[in-house]
């Protein structure tokens, strides 16, 4: 199967064209948050959630917890998906899935440890799709994306392997790890931001580089998966 791209942190509609054009499956699109690159203004997020063509998807990036919050912010911005950052209440989840029942819900894990499996039975009645990243919600100042760190590939495996909810990998992959992380981990997508920028521009050729890897892994996995 291949491997879905999500490209995060886009800034403008020029990065959201570069980004459509190399052939990314989706965009991430980072409303306020405590800390991490890329956040833009909630006008910015719409004015690209309006444009971008099928079947293209848009994240929306919140920090909000509380689904009455969340909800509002979907309307603001028009996404096609939003991606909730913090470990919100489960209550807050299954609420939100009432309340917003055709956007499609990411939840985002972040993997500290091995108990990050803990968190995916609570979750996974209400949500599409797991995005796993490196972030650390309990630290004084939150960090809940956009670290840049790779986390543990073998606690992400188990994950994949314990839900059959689609997942995403994030945290610290470019062109020289893609192909480790979908040997690895075999996610249904990736999900990254740094490692396709330079001085937190979107870099084309990086991304181009990125795009290449990941396919040719696809392609060779493949292959041999025919061949046994």
Known sequence: MRTRIKICCIASLDEARIAVGAGADA???VARMPSGPGPIPDSIIASVTAVVPPPVATFLLTSETLADAISAHVRATRPTAVQIVSHIDPAQSEKLARLEPHLRRVQVIHVEGPDALDLIPAYAPHVHAFLLDSGRPNAAIAELGGTGRAHDWSVSAAIVRATDRPVFLAGGLSAANVADAIRR????????????????????????????AARQTDAELESTSRAG
């Open 27 to 29: 965009l991430g699109l």
């Open 185 to 212: 981990v075999r996610p249904f997508g990736l999900d990254l931001c740094s490692g396709v920028r330079n001085d937190g521009r979107l870099d084309p050729g990086k991304l181009a580089a990125f795009m290449r």
